[in-house]
């Protein structure tokens, strides 16, 4: 008989089975149970196919059976814009709307949520989103803001009355950030409009907004509000555990391959083996257990041994680097290139600027520049104390395997 091969390497493809995520998904219920008591906001956090986006559909799921009404969506650079930010938050606001207006005898409420989330987008033009009182350091008073609280505030109401709940999911959330330079505060004026909507304990609101994308997503809040650190719980989501957690008596990235499997098992010990081989990485685990599972299909055979898994290791690693890191290196320019190659003959996943220019006769403007290239083109990032790293886990070690450090590299 012909079975399906299970795994799903992708990108924010549902996993067979969702491992090692037990606690997120409790604190996410237990976040939605103290709603509209406590209103408290996410924030998820994590490298590239660690499992955010699977997680935050999960989200979805969950709030959905709870009665809520959810909204998920993905950011992109674009929305920086205060303008084209109102346009898609007005958009999905009516889409809440339209959600929370089935009951005829609401129809008052309804249109007049809709006239609020109407006003979001009117006359947002260059200039005159932010207005800047005298002497003052940042803005003082935004219009985007301030439609943004009426109509969530609204929305928030008219979901009340039915006894239900909007949460705001965002996915790639790090995409947008406020530009003082440009005077352009979309995030700023969102999470103050948050603030807002959800400050009135007499008349709290059952909205809920769940921000979810790469790391430097911490430090645009931050940079966007002070205190908005404390408008959100934050969950910072990585590889999975390669212990085993009792009663269990495989690890969680084990179990990400062997739980799928139902008619192939693996041979004592190679699951784990494989699991600490991958760092418990979830893109990789699902990549090397649908290769693995070809790999036993085609032998006719139904484990997955030590030999099997020794004999194909090293064509799925290729693989793997040929379609998942290689088109990231090639896609950046030589100079760039040269970059990541002297960053990754510094050894580790992580290094700072000053280790990097001690490397190279290169001018500190060229490697600002080029660093600030690859932040932008989402290779690197940079954390709160200032040191880089790779947005995808292992990506150095690739490095160091196909793209070793050259001559020319000053
Ligand atoms: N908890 C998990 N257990 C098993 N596989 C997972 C888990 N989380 C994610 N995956 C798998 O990892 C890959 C990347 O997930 P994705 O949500 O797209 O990551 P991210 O959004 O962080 O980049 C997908 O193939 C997915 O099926
Ligand atoms: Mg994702």
Redesign the pocket.
């Known amino acids: 008989m012909i079975t399906k091969n299970p795994?799903?390497?992708?990108?924010?493809?549902?996993?067979?089975?969702?491992?090692?995520?037990e606690q997120q998904l409790r604190r996410f219920e237990r976040l939605l149970a103290d709603y509209p008591e406590k209103r408290r906001n996410l924030r998820i956090t994590?490298?590239?196919?660690?499992?955010?986006?699977?997680?935050?559909?999960e989200y979805e799921r969950i709030a959905r059976h709870h009665g809520w009404v959810v909204l998920r969506r993905d950011w992109s650079v674009r929305l920086c814009e205060e303008t084209d930010f109102a346009i898609a938050i007005a958009d999905y606001l009516r889409e809440a709307v339209d959600a929370l207006s089935l009951k005829a005898k609401i129809r008052n409420q309804v249109t007049a949520a809709m006239q609020t989330v109407g006003q979001i987008q009117v006359q947002l033009t260059e200039g005159v989103t932010v207005s800047v009182g005298p002497g003052a350091v940042g803005p003082v008073k935004s219009v985007l803001e301030d439609r943004l609280r009426i109509a969530l505030t609204r929305v928030g109401a008219l979901a009340r009355t039915q006894g239900r709940g909007v949460a705001l999911l965002f996915?790639e959330a790090h995409s947008v950030y406020d530009r003082k330079h440009k005077r352009q505060y979309p995030l700023g004026a969102l999470l103050s409009a948050i603030a807002a909507a959800q400050d009135d304990d007499d008349d709290p609101l059952p909205v809920m907004l769940v921000l979810?994308g790469l790391p430097p997503l911490t430090g645009n809040i931050h940079a966007a509000r002070s205190n908005a650190e404390r408008l959100f719980r934050g969950e910072e989501?990585g590889n999975?555990p390669l212990e085993p957690q009792p009663p269990e008596d495989l690890s969680?990235a084990a179990?990400?391959l062997v739980r799928p499997a139902k008619d192939i098992t693996y041979t004592q010990g190679v699951a784990e083996r494989i699991a600490r081989d991958v760092d418990g990485?979830?893109?990789f685990?699902?990549?090397f257990g649908e290769a693995l599972w070809e790999a036993a299909d085609l032998d006719g055979t139904t484990a997955i041994t030590a030999e099997l898994y020794e004999r194909e290791r090293a064509a799925i690693q290729r693989d793997l680097d040929e379609e998942f890191f290689e088109p990231r290196y090639r896609d950046t320019r030589q100079a760039d290139q040269s970059t990541l190659r002297l960053a990754a003959s510094l050894g580790g996943e992580r290094f700072t600027r000053a280790d990097l220019a001690a490397t190279t006769k290169r001018s500190t403007g060229a490697l600002a520049q080029s660093l600030s290239r690859l932040i932008a083109d989402n290779l690197l990032y940079r954390d709160d104390h200032g040191i880089y790293a790779y947005t995808a886990p292992m990506f150095g070690d690739f490095m160091r395997r196909r793209h070793k450090r050259l001559g020319e590299d000053q």
């Open positions: 795994y799903s390497p992708g990108v924010g493809t549902r996993p067979p089975y969702l491992a090692g995520r994590g490298l590239r196919g660690v499992g955010k986006t699977v997680l935050l559909k996915d979810c989501i999975l969680a179990q990400a990485y979830p893109y685990l699902q990549w």
